[in-house]
């Protein structure tokens, strides 16, 4: 059996990796460790009923309930666990700090006592801040790093963390960096869910600025497959970039959204802009097409479908998620009310 420990596990591109590996490798066992916070949710891991799959709650920077939990003999950990949301990161970035960076280290840490033959480090396009509109820029794995919001720094930490682990120590490391992942369970703060369930909602959308940042959109298992080559397939101290090229602008996106649910676009409520808003994302994959043989298999068309259904036959996550922490935070950041019920 090939033994893993994947941080993260009960979140929206965490859960989407378990159910990949129960599904496509049968000679997986692994460890779902996963300190359920606002946006971890074991509804996202109801339909899992492999014995394959332990589910432990657990705080990565928890070094004890680390090494209690990380099997023996273990082939890798796959850090999925961080908080994710750049406008909480903004709002205040002490947790930030405390499971993005701090956290990366004790797996790191613990990987090296351990022995465990490879740390793969889940990143973001982040890192390497935003490029400039309209132009043909992308980014690849040698863009220098340029960090703009409290959350990019905080994942670009990390990636220093794991290069050094790498360089210093010689623990076997891979990076990859995606770019916006959509699909089903994602947490209702981020732009797309957070449309389609204040659209299902008849609530308004808030629009930050001119609506025109530009982000480069990939399926989220389509991601999860390029995690899973970059873990079977990487080289030891590489980086990947995992992106669908597929850039949209926001409002091309919400309209998109709206136009598929039949709701009008006077839902649209432009609010003041994020402070430090990145302007563009746009990922360059030649390198993870030639050297892990990755291509995405959705198209943004099939992939948007998927995901409005999903959404559409879920109104009891969305119910439970929507009831959660976000609310005030909205309203307090962009003076926007979000309905509960
Ligand atoms: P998410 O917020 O949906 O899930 C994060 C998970 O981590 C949750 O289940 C949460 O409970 C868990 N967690 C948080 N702090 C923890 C801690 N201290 N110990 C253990 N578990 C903890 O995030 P996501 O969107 O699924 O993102 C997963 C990873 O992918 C993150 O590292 C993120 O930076 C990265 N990423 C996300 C995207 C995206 O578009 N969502 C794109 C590129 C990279
Ligand atoms: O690029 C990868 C990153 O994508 C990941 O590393 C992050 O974890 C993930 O959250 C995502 O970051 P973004 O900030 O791009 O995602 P978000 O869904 O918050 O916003 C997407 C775009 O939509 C961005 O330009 C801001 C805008 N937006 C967002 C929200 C929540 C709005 O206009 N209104 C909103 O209400």
């Known amino acids: 059996m090939t ?16 159910r990949l590996l129960l599904n496509e490798r049968p000679d997986v066992e692994l460890i779902n460790f996963d ?4 946006a971890g949710n074991l509804d996202n891991l109801a339909d899992l009923e492999s014995k394959r799959h332990h589910f432990v709650r657990g705080d990565i920077v928890v070094r004890e309930d680390v090494l209690a939990n990380l099997p023996q003999d273990c082939d890798a950990i796959i850090n999925f666990a961080a908080e994710s949301h750049v406008d909480r990161s903004i709002a205040s970035a002490g947790e930030f700090l405390r499971t993005n960076i701090i956290g990366t280290q004790v797996l790191l840490d613990a990987a090296r006592e351990r022995n465990v033959r490879r740390f793969v480090q889940v990143s973001t396009d982040e890192v390497m801040g935003s490029l400039p509109e309209d132009d043909l820029s ?4 040698d863009s220098p790093f340029a960090p703009n919001s409290p ?7 990390a990636e220093h963390f794991v290069r050094a682990a790498h360089h210093t120590f010689g623990v076997d490391t891979v990076i990859t960096r995606c770019g916006n992942n959509y699909g089903p369970r994602q947490f209702p703060e981020k732009f797309l869910p957070l449309t389609i369930s204040n659209a299902m909602h008849n609530d308004t959308i808030p629009i930050y600025g001119d ?22 397939k990487g080289k030891s101290g590489s980086v990947y970039n995992l992106g669908a090229r597929n850039e949209r602008k926001n409002l091309e996106v919400v309209h998109s959204l709206l136009d ?53 036959q879920n109104p009891t996550w969305i119910e439970r998620t929507r009831s959660g922490a976000y609310q005030d935070y909205y309203k307090n950041q962009y003076g926007v009310e979000v309905r509960t019920t």
């Open 260 to 312: 598929t649910l039949g709701k009008p676009r006077t839902l649209l409520n432009f609010v003041k802009d994020r402070p430090g808003h990145d302007r563009r994302y746009a990922i360059d994959p030649s390198l993870a097409e030639t050297e892990l043989d990755w291509r995405p298999l959705e198209s943004w068309e099939s992939g948007l479908a998927k995901t409005i259904d999903w959404y559409q």
């Open 35 to 38: 300190a359920l916070t606002y």
């Open 3 to 18: 033994k893993l420990f994947i941080t993260g596990g009960a979140g929206f591109i965490g859960s989407a990796f378990v």
């Open 138 to 141: 992308y980014f690849t794995e």
């Open 211 to 232: 609506g025109l940042n530009v982000r480069d959109w990939i399926y989220v298992d389509d991601h999860c497959r390029g995690i899973l080559a970059a873990l079977e």
């Open 151 to 157: 959350y990019a720094a905080s994942k670009a930490a």
